[in-house]
């Protein structure tokens, strides 16, 4: 009895170990045994496609400017916000012009003291031209009368010095006159200047443009440089991009880029501008500046991206619907000499539409799923589509 219980026991263990054995085979391995799967297959080969290097930057005006004051006083009046459109010519900020209208007034005094006092050297001038008239006539006489010997050595020496000194006081005056027209010009250009200065009591917009920023309140001092309102000319936009070194040959002035604005939903085309002579030192990359055609969604400051054409290179492209994710591998199926499905890692580079590059895992001539149906597993028998 002992003997047919171990038997009993020991086949017991062997239909146990048959089932599990049987409930562990593979799930596919079972589909492949199942049936046919019929799909569409396509053969990898190489193509020449355009190679593009996408550089990063961003949207900004051709033109901004920083408006600053050149006199100093106080602000009574700041006349725009930050988004507001000015045109040129427009009054944006009023300084206190009490101080400037104060030294225009000065120099307007200056200027008319400086009158005076010309009118009266052109008097004493007159005057002393008259007096040198009549002394060089009486010399003259003098000169006759010495030569007839009807006057003294001594009458003679009188009327010399006195024509001499007449002459002397008539360049003299001469003298006075051009000192004061000197004055009179200088006291032009100081009421010029003061005039100039009662202008730049009124700070104006440069051109048309947008406020982007307002640094002043009403109440603030204004000081001589220092920053009061940013200004953009929004008429005319560019695109700046940091380009690598490696990449700058690629760039020439005047070259035609596509320029993708993802906030404005937008992709714009435009021309090379300007490229930076020197690199910047601590990234080793070049800007360059592409001008872009105006338009209302897009505004100084967006993010954009440059995409520059590097040349024609050869590549694996294969259909989107036939790469397969699972957890943090990609790969696809191919077949086999048999048609069998056989799935093979990838590793995948650049999309283009519908198409995405294959670095590795392929080669020309392997043939693979264009679309695998969601019961395609590994070894399963493919039936090709027409």
Excluded: W
Excluded at 78 to 85: K, M, S
Excluded at 239 to 263: C, F, K, R
Aim: glycine share 6%; charged share 20%; with cysteine.
């Amino acid at each position: 009895m002992l003997n047919h219980h171990r038997l009993f026991t020991g086949i017991s263990c062997l239909v146990i170990l048959l089932l599990s054995g049987c409930g562990n085979q593979p799930e596919h391995a079972a589909s492949a045994q199942a049936g046919v799967i019929r799909t569409a297959a396509a053969t990898a080969a190489i193509r020449h496609e355009p190679e593009n290097y996408e550089a990063t930057g961003a949207i900004s005006a051709q033109t901004a400017s920083v408006l600053s004051s050149k006199i100093m006083g106080v602000i009574r009046q700041v006349n725009v916000r930050e988004g507001d459109h000015v045109k040129k010519g427009q009054v944006l900020v009023n300084i206190d012009p009490r101080q400037v209208n104060a030294q225009y007034q000065q120099a307007q005094a200056a200027l008319s003291e400086a009158r005076k006092t010309e009118t009266a050297a052109v008097s004493s001038h007159n005057a002393a031209v008259a007096s040198a008239e009549l002394a060089r006539a009486t010399y003259e006489r003098y000169v006759n009368l010495m030569k007839n010997e009807s006057a003294s050595r001594q009458e003679f020496d009188e009327v010399t010095s006195r024509y001499r000194q007449a002459q002397a006081a008539a360049a003299q005056s001469q003298a006075m006159v051009e000192a004061s027209r000197s004055r009179i010009r200088q006291a032009e250009a100081a009421v010029s200047g003061a005039a100039v200065s009662e202008n730049d009591a009124r700070i104006t917009a440069p051109y048309d443009g947008v406020i982007v920023a307002k640094m002043v309140e009403p109440g603030s001092l204004a000081a001589p440089g220092a920053p009061l309102l940013k200004i953009d000319n929004v008429q005319s936009l560019r695109a700046d991009a940091m380009i690598p070194e490696n990449i700058l040959q690629s760039v020439s002035s005047g070259q035609v880029l596509t320029v993708t604005i993802p906030a404005a939903n937008m992709v714009v085309t435009g021309h090379v501008q300007t490229i930076a002579p020197a690199a910047d030192p601590s990234s080793r990359t070049f800007t360059v500046k592409i001008e872009i055609p105006r338009q209302p969604a897009i505004h100084p400051g967006m993010f954009c991206r440059i995409s520059l054409p590097l040349g024609i290179q050869d590549k694996y492209l294969i259909p989107r619907s036939a790469i397969l994710h699972q957890g943090q591998l990609t790969g696809i199926f191919m077949l086999d000499a048999d048609q069998h499905a056989r799935f093979r890692l990838l590793r995948t580079g650049a999309s283009f539409g519908d198409m995405i590059e294959v670095l590795s895992g392929i080669a020309a001539g392997d043939r693979y799923v264009v679309k695998p149906p969601p019961t395609m597993m590994d070894g399963v028998k493919v039936e090709v589509s027409s």
